[in-house]
């Protein structure tokens, strides 16, 4: 309660009084303005299942090169990367996984990881 509190200061009369905080319908929605046409990119959470990259590119199978593949998350520290038609499947990190999945070329780069992994 005392967080959306503010102490005002009333230079006519030098008396200090507290007022609530009013939110705005922005601060409310969490909703930005933004100047830039660019949209609004928001990484993969690991509460669902990834078929393309945050830019929008279909991720490919490595091995088959079928867009079937998937990304899933079973924790915290993990990303699965599985094909439903070759039943490739590769385990790495999150952190590896964050390194690749913003890039424009992840096909390329997901390929490349599943050769150094043979």
């Known amino acids: 309660m005392t967080d959306n509190l503010k102490v005002k200061n009333d230079e006519n009369t030098n008396e200090t009084h507290i007022e609530a905080h009013r939110v705005s319908d922005d ?7 933004s100047n830039s046409n660019k949209p609004n990119v928001q990484p993969h959470s690991r509460d669902q299942d990834v078929t393309i990259s945050i830019r929008q590119k ?4 490595p091995k088959c090169g079928e867009l079937t593949i998937r990304v899933e998350f079973p924790d915290q520290y993990e990303a699965w990367i599985k094909c439903s038609s070759c039943n490739f ?11 690749i999945e913003n ?13 150094e992994r043979l």
Do not use: D, R, Y
């Open 58 to 61: 279909k991720i490919t199978c």
């Open 27 to 33: 601060e409310k929605t969490g909703s930005k303005i």
């Open 89 to 99: 499947f590769m385990g790495m990190s999150k952190a590896e996984w964050h390194l």
């Open 103 to 115: 890039s424009s070329n992840i096909n390329e780069k997901i390929k490349k990881m599943a050769q």
